[in-house]
């Protein structure tokens, strides 16, 4: 069983910053490909970025790229997400999971977290 615990959500001005967190209890955190999602009310769950195991690979959606990044410390079993330059449009629960395999697909991924608001002011 892997848990993940999100953190870092809140409330910003748009043109504002965040960085969420995930931290992983398991120790094979290393090896398992991670991916950021968001869902918004009314809407389904979307990729926002995934991150191979070594973190020399990365995907971002069009809609995010530029803005945020996506990063790892397998040392920490920590997978990160810095947003930059936030608008009203990203507000949505942010969910963090791991997966089988390194893709943009919710289907390859296992094992999700609680997920964190954000909510990006106009």
């Known amino acids: 069983q892997v848990q993940l615990v999100e953190s870092g959500g809140g409330l910003v001005q748009a043109g504002g910053s965040l960085r969420l967190s995930c931290a992983a209890s398991r120790r094979t955190f290393s090896t398992s490909p991670m991916g950021w999602f968001r869902q918004a009310p009314g809407k389904e769950r979307e990729i926002v970025a995934a991150i191979n195991w070594s973190g020399g690979s990365t995907y971002y959606a069009d809609s995010v790229k530029g803005r945020f990044t996506i990063s790892r410390d397998n040392a920490k079993s920590t997978v990160y997400l810095q947003m930059n330059s936030l608008k009203p449009e990203d507000t949505a629960v942010y969910y963090c999971?791991?997966?089988?395999?390194?893709?943009?697909?919710?289907?390859?991924?296992?094992?999700w977290g609680q997920g964190t608001q954000v909510t990006v002011s106009s």
């Open positions: 999971a791991a997966g089988r395999q390194y893709s943009s697909g919710t289907g390859a991924y296992d094992y």
